[in-house]
């Protein structure tokens, strides 16, 4: 089955602490991309990857890290957590990053920074 | 900022046609208009988009009107299952990167 694959599903964690927020998509897709949705600000975008060792910040990048070392995976790491990066983040990818391309999600990961 | 307008909510009656409708009236001629909606807190689902022309798909029609500057979703036999938040979205570019501009969405309840 075509999928985004996110892990975990739920992570609460300390301040400070690093943590990797894994992404994998079996779609064979060249554009990913990391988005955070707060109530009442929707969704935004973090980073987002155009091909593999292509990466570039969106519009909230600050305190997170991406890498693309392969097509499939797009990790999201936050070096040193900080409650104000507790949210719902959602790892989407696309066949390429044109406007005709639909951007499909994946089922998201509910981080708690304490 | 968002390119759309919708109304916050919605009910439809199950087995009805649910209609949906967004107004986008700063779109630009190469900007798709994308439709994704979302159930609780998961993944945004992907429904349908288009550029100008009215597309149909297995989930949806999209109708866009001539001059662009609003559609309307259209499912066409709604289930409760359909119940969810639904984001008309307009996807421009910036810089290099073909952004997706998300607003509030319309929260569409189907009744039984």
């Known amino acids: 089955e075509a999928q985004v694959t996110q892990n975990p599903r739920y992570l609460i964690t300390v301040t400070g602490k690093k943590l990797t927020v894994t992404c994998s998509q079996n779609m064979n897709h060249e554009y990913m991309s990391w988005y955070r949705q707060d109530p009442g600000l929707g969704l935004r975008q973090i980073y987002y990857s155009m091909n593999v060792e292509v990466t570039d910040k969106g519009d909230v990048p600050e305190g997170y890290k991406v890498s693309r070392k392969e097509k499939r995976n797009f990790p999201l790491i936050l070096e040193s957590p900080s409650p104000n990066q507790t949210s719902l983040y959602f790892c989407a990818s696309s066949f390429s990053e044109t406007m005709n391309s639909p951007l499909h999600f994946g089922n998201g990961t509910r981080l708690t920074v304490t | 900022d968002a390119k759309t307008t919708q109304p916050p909510s919605m009910d439809c009656a199950e087995g009805r046609a649910a209609n949906l409708p967004c107004n986008h009236s700063?779109?630009?001629?190469?900007?798709?208009v994308y439709w994704y909606r979302q159930i609780h807190s998961q993944g945004p689902q992907y429904i349908i988009h288009g550029l100008k022309n009215n597309e149909t798909n297995e989930m949806a029609s999209l109708i866009i009107t001539e001059d662009r500057k609003s559609s309307t979703l259209i499912l066409p036999h709604a289930t409760l299952r359909d119940t969810a938040v639904y984001y008309c979205i307009v996807r421009v570019a910036m810089d290099s990167n073909y952004q997706l501009i998300w607003g509030a969405g319309t929260k569409l309840i189907i009744k039984p």
């Open positions: 700063t779109i630009s001629g190469n900007e798709y």
